[in-house]
């Protein structure tokens, strides 16, 4: 018997202003206990739009999970490495690095940012950076429905990015009146997030509009489980996340997720000592590029 995906808890993420002055806006995507969201920590909806050309942003330190970074609109970056829209970025802090988000001029961006729990047995892991362009992305056109798959496989689709935490994420659009069905693994925590438009999701239909976000439900199954879609009136654009559960508890602190409150003090310890090496010093085998 096929297990359909039904949609749980739904918002509205509220704007808030963001830490890069007042042309930045935020929303904290994730507004469920951890124990519900698990292996997603945390997910930024960062816009901004900056009119001048005073640095914001600078170096700080990471460690114990994975930041996923999607790029909706814009660009940033630098000469080394420029990220432009519908391109994607993992970095796996693992033992722990330091990383520099600099702007320094006139920038209109909108960014997701999303902290992935690592498994407890990878929290120390070498630090790597993999970096997958717009172009090189799976995809998938019929008529209606273009899907990119970042992470994961989905929908006769597999993408090239490495997983420490099984991780499908999909940006999925549908003209009006187009539906779609996808296989997702059951035991797998979803929510789809609304950039545009409407969707009905699963068979009972209930709306999700642009803004919102819903979790579906978690069957306590393995195996796969049905994912119905179907875009409203004015067609739909979501993304998708869906990951395995860790079912590990985690020590948050700052920039740091760890075992224990003396992991926490332990890696603050690092940072302020200098031995916590910058992101683009990793070994060349660690930094992957497609």
């Known amino acids: 018997m096929s297990l359909h995906r039904k949609l749980g808890k739904t918002y509205t993420p509220a704007n808030q202003q963001g830490f890069l002055g007042p042309g930045h806006i ?45 790029m909706l609109e814009g660009e940033m970056g630098d000469k080394e490495h420029t990220m432009k829209a519908g391109d994607l970025q993992i970095m796996t802090a693992g033992s722990g690095i330091v990383h520099t988000e600099t702007i320094d001029k006139e920038a209109k961006m909108r960014i997701l940012q999303l902290w992935l729990n690592l498994p407890k047995k990878d929290r120390q892991a070498l630090p790597r950076v993999q970096d997958i362009s717009l172009e090189h992305v799976p995809t998938k056109s019929k008529k209606g429905l273009a899907l990119r798959l970042y992470s994961g496989s989905l929908a006769g689709l597999t ?119 910058h992101i683009s010093m990793v070994e060349e085998e660690q930094k992957m590029t497609w």
């Open 26 to 70: 935020a929303r904290a995507v994730i507004q469920v206990p951890y124990p519900d969201s698990d292996p997603f920590i945390m997910l930024m909806d960062d816009m901004l739009d900056k009119k001048d050309n005073i640095p914001v942003g600078g170096p700080h330190p990471h460690a114990g999970f994975e930041t996923v970074t999607l």
């Open 159 to 277: 993408s090239p990015i490495k997983n420490y935490t099984p991780l499908i994420l999909a940006d999925i659009t549908l003209e009006p009146g187009i539906s779609t069905t996808l296989d997702v693994p059951a035991s797998y925590t979803a929510f789809l997030y609304v950039i545009d438009g409407n969707v009905l999701v699963g068979d009972e239909g209930k709306q999700l509009k642009t803004n919102q976000v819903g979790w579906l439900d978690r069957p306590s199954a393995e195996g796969d489980s049905q994912l119905r879609l179907e875009a409203g009136e004015t067609g739909a654009r979501a993304i998708l996340y869906a990951g395995q559960p860790q079912n590990d508890e985690i020590v948050s602190h700052g920039p740091f997720i760890a075992d224990t409150e003396e992991d926490i003090r332990r890696l603050y310890r690092e940072y302020r000592n200098g031995e916590m090496n």
